[in-house]
Structure formats: C-alpha cells, structure tokens
C-alpha cells in the first residue's frame, strides 16, 4: 500500500517568506525560483540525486538562504511530479 507525498509549493513572491511545518525552500534554475518542497523528499534516491549535484556544485555554500538545486526549472518540476506520483 503505497501513499501520496504531499505537492511542491511556488512561492508567491521572492521576498523571504515563513516555510510551513514539513517543508524546504529550494531555489531552481537561472532564475532562482523559489519552491516549497516536502521534506520527505529529501529520502528520495531521485531526489537525492540532485543533492548530489548541488553539493558537487556548491559545497555546502547556498547564499539565497535556502537550497539551490543546479538544474533547471523544467528537470525539477518533472523529478518532483515522478516523487508526487509514488
């Protein structure tokens, strides 16, 4: 019996905003866009893939003030729909 992650969130503006109980920022592509994701993400190989390459890319330095993720927008938005999916 499987269950349904909770969706990512697009922030509303690029002001810094409150993250709800349960969720991550996450700053994606070259625009920076702000997305809220599920921390049960994080548990995810497809997710922690872009980890990887997030700490390959930037160490453990992420001067938005939370998690740049080095893909764009359209590769993130497709990993979380396959995550949201499971």
């Known amino acids: 019996m499987g269950f349904r992650l909770p969706s990512i969130r697009r922030s509303s ?5 409150e993250v709800p109980k ?3 920022a996450v700053y994606v592509g070259e625009k920076m866009k702000r997305f ?3 921390v049960s993400f994080l548990n995810e190989p497809l997710f922690q893939e872009l ?3 997030a700490e390959e890319e930037f160490g453990y330095c992420h001067p938005m003030g939370g998690l740049t993720i080095p893909c764009n927008e359209d590769v993130f ?3 979380a729909s396959c995550l ?3």
């Open 36 to 38: 809220l994701i599920p």
């Open 84 to 86: 949201n999916s499971l």
């Open 22 to 24: 349960g969720y991550l």
């Open 13 to 17: 503006s690029s002001k810094q905003m």
């Open 51 to 53: 980890l990887s390459q």
């Open 77 to 79: 938005l497709h990993t």
